[in-house]
């Protein structure tokens, strides 16, 4: 349980380092709630399903990315900032690589429950199905998004930082997908060693 707990501390320890000082603490407020939601959720399945270390160092992974984004804003990212102006990119592209990486987590996620719940047969069909999973995650995000900020009557292209670009959700949901393609592609093999040595008999 000790590294369960230690996962838990580094979560909230980046939750709290994000919060001191912002940009905006309203932008602040609306980039971690998702993640504060996500936690809770985890941790009231948590004593029924425990996913793998894997599995969760990449959640975290994820969370300390939207931390960083709601800190700075996903447009300012000092990092990416830099990268921008070295190379000339016309946006700070750290809203990419963060939709990358949360293209990896629901393919994580989907795949370990259908694996060891063996709710489906046939690695082939468990990677086809978690991928339909990271397609259905990343565009119910940006409609949810969206929706929030058209009823809230603020201005969405502000808040979500798409730089002026008109096709930034759909190049955030292409950049999910690679995140997906990458996880099945280069990552499937690591999960599965990483299921077998915590649920012995459970892999494909």
């Known amino acids: 349980m000790k590294k369960y707990w230690?996962?838990?501390?580094?979560?909230?320890?980046?939750?709290?380092?994000?919060a001191i000082q912002p940009r905006n603490y309203g932008h602040w407020i609306g980039e971690v709630l998702p993640v504060i939601i996500g936690l809770t959720i985890l941790y009231f399945t948590f004593p029924k399903f425990r996913f793998t270390m894997?599995?969760?160092?990449?959640?975290?992974?994820?969370c300390y990315l939207m931390f960083i984004g709601a800190h700075y804003?996903?447009?300012r990212v000092p990092v990416f900032e830099w990268i921008q102006n070295h190379y000339g990119h016309s946006r700070n592209n750290f809203d990419k690589f963060g939709?990358?990486?949360?293209?990896?987590v629901p393919a994580l996620i989907s795949r370990e429950i259908?694996?060891?719940?063996?709710?489906?047969?046939?690695?082939k069909l468990i990677n086809f199905i978690s991928f339909c999973i990271v397609m259905a995650?990343?565009?119910?995000y940006e409609l949810i998004e969206y929706i929030a900020f058209q009823i809230a009557g603020k201005d969405p292209s502000a808040f979500l930082g798409t730089q002026g670009d008109i096709w930034d959700s759909q190049t955030d949901m292409l950049a999910a997908a690679l995140g997906g393609l990458f996880m099945l592609a280069f990552l499937r093999k690591i999960h599965n060693y990483f299921i077998e040595k915590e649920f012995p008999g459970s892999t494909d």
């Open 114 to 123: 259908f694996i060891r719940r063996n709710y489906i047969s046939g690695s």
């Open 73 to 75: 804003t996903f447009s």
């Open 137 to 140: 995650t990343t565009s119910v």
């Open 99 to 104: 939709h990358f990486i949360q293209g990896i």
């Open 54 to 62: 894997f599995t969760y160092s990449a959640i975290l992974l994820s």
């Open 6 to 18: 230690i996962l838990l501390v580094m979560f909230f320890a980046g939750l709290i380092l994000s």
